[in-house]
T-cell receptor, first 110, second 114 residues
Framework: QKEVEQDPGPLSVPEGAIVSLNCTYSNSAFQYFMWYRQYSRKGPELLMYTYSSGNKEDGRFTAQVDKSSKYISLFIRDSQPSDSATYLCAMSARNNDMRFGAGTRLTVKP | KAGVTQTPRYLIKTRGQQVTLSCSPISGHRSVSWYQQTPGQGLQFLFEYFSETQRNKGNFPGRFSGRQFSNSRSEMNVSTLELGDSALYLC?????????????FGPGTRLLVL
């Protein structure tokens, strides 16, 4: 079993839809949780950063962490075609040794 | 503020050769981490350098090595290349002084081994 599990998709939604992306993990020592967005042929770009459990909102993006269930989510409201990318969850016990999910490929259709 | 830069962006090598990749972190960042990204395995942590010392290491064979210079620039070397080393190699930088900084990625070096 991988330390971090993420459904690779692909996921296709119409413009304006709410997108839900999820990861589960097995290492209870993880306490830093991140979501990265990666466009084709580019490096990952940090979207959201959360320490421990709780919710964090930034514009159209909301990150949720449930440490009791070892489950994290990223919600994208009012999705746009420009949101089409691969979304990677990442987590670490210490911030400089991250473990990544496989990435979910998202397509938002106009 | 300039981002993380990586050179070269693309590289083609043959089996058995060695390769050196370079990463320049964001100004003021002292930690540089290296990752390998492949379609099958995703993003995997190689190692992290902080103040010229390797601080963390992933589960890769000894053919993968790195170093960091006094200006925080880092190089990664892969010796005796294998076909399976074909991948996107990403470096990421952070301030590195506490456990709460986020990492910022460069565009990557795409290595193809023939």
């Amino acid at each position: 079993q991988k330390e971090v599990e993420q459904d690779p998709g692909p996921l296709s939604v119409p413009e304006g839809a709410i997108v839900s992306l999820n990861c589960t993990y097995s290492n209870s020592a993880f306490q830093y949780f991140m979501w990265y967005r990666q466009y084709s042929r580019k490096g990952p770009e940090l979207l959201m950063y959360t320490y421990s459990s709780g919710n964090k909102e930034d514009g159209r993006f909301t990150a949720q962490v449930d440490k009791s269930s070892k489950y994290i989510s990223l919600f994208i409201r009012d999705s746009q075609p420009s949101d089409s990318a691969t979304y990677l969850c990442a987590m670490s016990a210490r911030n400089n040794d991250m473990r990544f999910g496989a990435g979910t490929r998202l397509t938002v259709k106009p | 503020k300039a981002g993380v830069t990586q050179t070269p962006r693309y590289l083609i090598k043959t089996r058995g050769q060695q390769v050196t990749l370079s990463c320049s972190p964001i100004s003021g960042h002292r930690s540089v981490s290296w990752y390998q990204q492949t379609p099958g395995q995703g993003l995997q942590f190689l190692f992290e350098y902080f103040s010229e010392t390797q601080r963390n290491k992933g589960n890769f064979p000894g053919r993968f090595s790195g170093r960091q210079f006094s200006n925080s620039r880092s190089e990664m070397n892969v010796s005796t290349l294998e076909l399976g080393d074909s991948a996107l190699y990403l470096c990421a930088s952070s301030k590195g002084t506490s456990g709460r900084e986020t990492q910022y990625f460069g565009p990557g070096t795409r290595l193809l081994v023939l």
